[in-house]
């Protein structure tokens, strides 16, 4: 059986780590690199057989698209990618401001992720991989296990593909319900860099939801 195919889209702090963590799971992992971006470091780094394209290339050949742009500019991106039609698109990204920390910022549709969704009628949004810093999208390990990965999305079939991807990759899934509750997960992302920064813990830390029984 061919391994599910997965084009991540913007290869910064949080596409490149992705990638390659994806990629050393045994993903078919397209990076779409734009104009003038040499791929050379991001595929010797995911190795395994990943390649790099134009953008709407490693989308056109990708059953899943990662979303790792900058927060503002997360529509516009996805817009230009071509037909996304049918493919499940993980939004990694946040809309965040600064004014003395970090200020969610959402659109007027409540949170990027549902932006991503009005715009793109086709696509199955999902939101995932958002809420801890790009350290951990390369190595999720963390005292008594790894950190989570809150998932939410309309589609069910969706979450579920996001969330094997992610337990795959050896990160913990934790299904986080409904597109509405991007919202909550952009939040959770804004505590995150919160506490990273201004709150004076560093970038060092994870949510884990751990039960008792
Ligand atoms: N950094 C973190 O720790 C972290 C953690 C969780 C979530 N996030 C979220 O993840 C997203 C990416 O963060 P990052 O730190 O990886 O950013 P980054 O290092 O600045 O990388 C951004 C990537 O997006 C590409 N890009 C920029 N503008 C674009 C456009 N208009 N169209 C297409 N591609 C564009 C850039 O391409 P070029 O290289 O060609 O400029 C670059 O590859 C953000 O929304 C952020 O809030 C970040």
């Known amino acids: 059986m061919s391994e599910t195919s997965i084009a ?14 994806l990629a050393k799971a045994g ?19 995911a190795g395994n057989g990943a390649s790099a394209h134009p953008p709407a290339e490693a989308v056109a050949g990708a059953e899943v698209v990662i979303l790792a742009v900058p927060g503002k500019v997360a529509v516009a991106a996805a817009t230009g990618l071509g037909s996304l039609e ?25 949170s990027n992720s549902a932006a991503l969704a009005a715009a793109l009628p086709g696509a199955r949004v999902v939101k995932a991989f958002n809420t801890f810093g790009a350290e951990f999208h390369a190595d999720p390990s963390l005292p008594g296990g790894p950190a989570d990965v809150q998932i ?11 969330a094997a991807i992610a337990e795959r990759s050896g990160f913990t899934p934790v299904d986080a ?29 994870a949510f884990r939801l751990i039960s008792r029984g």
Request: aromatic content about 6%.
């Open 8 to 21: 991540i889209i913007g290869t910064g702090n949080v596409g490149g780590a992705l990638g390659a963590r």
């Open 27 to 45: 993903y078919a992992v397209r990076f779409g690199a734009r104009a003038g971006k040499d791929p050379g470091e991001l595929l010797a780094r």
């Open 86 to 110: 049918g493919k499940v698109l993980v939004d990694c990204t946040n809309p965040v401001g600064w004014d003395g920390g970090p200020v969610w910022s959402p659109p007027p549709e409540g």
């Open 152 to 162: 939410a999305g309309d589609d069910d079939a969706a979450r579920q593909q996001v």
């Open 177 to 205: 319900g409904p597109l509405r509750n991007a919202a909550l997960l952009e939040s959770l992302a804004v505590l995150w860099i919160h506490l990273a920064t201004v709150g004076g813990r560093g970038r060092n830390a």
